[in-house]
């Protein structure tokens, strides 16, 4: 399979504990973007990067999430101190974009389940 | 502020006929749009992409219409079947089109009844 995967799928943990997801892009693709999904909700942007580097994080992005993607292949996203209200569903998707190629489609992986109890 | 709106009630059809879902957006002038599908517990599926200059554009069963003065996009399903049932999300390029950032809406979930 040579789609997006992530790991772990799902993930329980304490509050104050802290947490590191991975997402497999596909492979040739230069962009890699995170986004959060909580029930009956669209996912909302976190942040991305063109190769290995980081070019935007949202605001939603507080000081407790780090994002990686150290080589510009795989990347990780790390929440410190976990809250009940970081539960949500995490989605990392990847695209090629190029020259004169802006909009490029998404590919999503099927995200890691975060519950903080 | 900007602002993306879906229904927020299922939409219920039968079988057979043609599901129109909307997306409404505001404080919006988006270089292109996107349309997806997500079953429960899995990622989005990217369906089709529209830019702003396109009116319309069609992929098998799926339509979309970009109506860029409304500020609306209609997706449309021909002949629609049970396993089209799913949750359909619009996205919006957001800020340059060149970051392929996407804000979403907050989906409609379709239910095709056989």
């Known amino acids: 399979d040579t789609g997006v995967s992530q790991n772990p799928r799902h993930k329980i943990t304490k509050r104050g504990q802290n947490v590191t997801f991975r997402c497999d892009p596909i492979?040739?693709?230069?962009?890699l973007y995170w986004y959060r999904q909580t029930l009956g909700q669209g996912p909302e942007f976190l942040t991305y990067?063109?190769?290995?580097?980081?070019?935007?994080k949202s605001r939603l992005l507080s000081d407790r999430f780090s994002a990686e993607r150290p080589k510009g292949s795989f990347s990780t996203l790390e929440i410190q101190r976990t809250e009940q209200g970081d539960s949500a569903m995490y989605l990392c998707a990847s695209s090629l974009v190029g020259s004169g190629r802006a909009g490029a489609e998404q590919y999503f992986g099927p995200g890691t389940r975060l519950t903080v109890t | 502020s900007q602002k993306i709106e879906q229904n927020s009630e299922a939409l219920n059809i039968q079988e057979g006929k043609t599901a129109t879902l909307t997306c409404n957006y505001t404080?919006?002038?988006?270089?292109?749009l996107q349309w997806y599908r997500q079953d429960p517990g899995r990622g989005p599926v990217f369906l089709l992409l529209?830019?702003?200059?396109?009116k319309e554009k069609r992929k098998e069963r799926l339509k979309v219409t970009f109506d860029t003065t409304l500020k609306q996009s209609l997706f449309h399903i021909t002949a629609s079947q049970p396993a089209d049932s799913a949750t359909y999300l619009c996205?919006?390029?957001?800020?340059?089109?060149?970051?392929?950032?996407?804000?979403f809406g907050q989906g409609t979930t379709l239910q095709v009844k056989p």
């Open positions: 404080n919006y002038s988006p270089a292109y």
């Open positions: 990067f063109q190769n290995e580097a980081q070019l935007e």
């Open positions: 996205a919006l390029a957001s800020g340059s089109s060149n970051t392929g950032k996407l804000i």
């Open positions: 492979s040739e693709h230069n962009r």
């Open positions: 529209i830019r702003e200059n396109e």
